[in-house]
């Protein structure tokens, strides 16, 4: 099966400055890679995503690179505000028998210092 | 537009017990999802619902049933709770060929 490994675990940037984190996987047939981000205390929230044949989108002070070959893709935060402190989960999937299969990583938690 | 709703957001069971918790989605999803997220190990799917009248098991299914009841609602069911099941639950729904998936409030429960 899918194996998604994310890392750092906990990150601590200053504000304004930028965050990345960075995922690997292990299956080439996953075809979709979403971000989501928990607050504290809430549920997920897809912030944003990325399908296979791109390499990379942005979203304002967001983006997501993936590299296909390497099997990893990375979300990079610019310009940090503290409301951006959260736990950021990267995911794996593909259409397999009918559904969408997801596998997530373990989870970034980012503190944004003010 | 509710999204998914989940209830309820928090629970404490004896060892033993049993509850169910129910999920329901309005946005005409065909696929449902529920995860337990325990510190340091992400999300994990129990089961899942491809469509309605299917379930199928996920990466950590032991403890837990699931009924798909119509399109609309998929609940998961704890027949004997145990200590190791404390977690916060998570319903999700999505289409069926991928995008975003859209989780529930989410329920804690605490077995003790």
């Known amino acids: 099966g899918e194996n998604v490994e994310q890392h750092p675990s906990t990150l601590s940037v200053q504000e304004g400055d930028s965050a990345v984190i960075k995922c690997t996987y292990s299956d080439s047939a996953s075809n979709y890679f979403p971000w989501y981000k928990q607050e504290l205390g809430k549920r997920p929230q897809l912030i944003i995503d990325?399908?296979?044949?791109?390499g990379e989108k942005k979203d304002q002070r967001i983006a997501v690179t993936l590299n296909k070959t390497a099997k990893h893709f990375s979300l990079h935060i610019t310009e940090t505000q503290p409301e951006d402190s959260a736990v950021y989960f990267c995911?794996?999937?593909?259409?397999?028998?009918?559904?969408?299969?997801?596998?997530f990583g373990i989870g970034t938690k980012l503190q944004v210092i003010p | 537009n509710a999204g998914v709703t989940q209830t309820p957001k928090f629970q404490v069971l004896k060892t033993g017990q049993s509850m169910t918790l129910q999920c329901a989605q309005d946005m005409n999803h065909n696929s449902m999802y529920w995860y337990r997220q325990d510190p340091g190990m992400g999300l994990r799917l129990i089961y899942y619902s491809a469509s309605e009248g299917t379930t199928d098991k996920g990466e950590v299914p032991n403890g837990y049933n699931v009924s798909r009841l119509n399109k609309r609602e998929f609940s998961l069911r704890l027949e004997s709770a145990a200590p190791s099941q404390t977690s916060v639950y998570f319903c999700a729904s999505s289409e069926i060929y991928g995008g975003e998936a859209f989780f529930g409030q989410g329920t804690r429960l605490t077995v003790v």
């Open positions: 995911a794996a999937s593909e259409n397999s028998g009918g559904y969408q299969k997801v596998t």
């Open positions: 990325i399908r296979s044949n791109v």
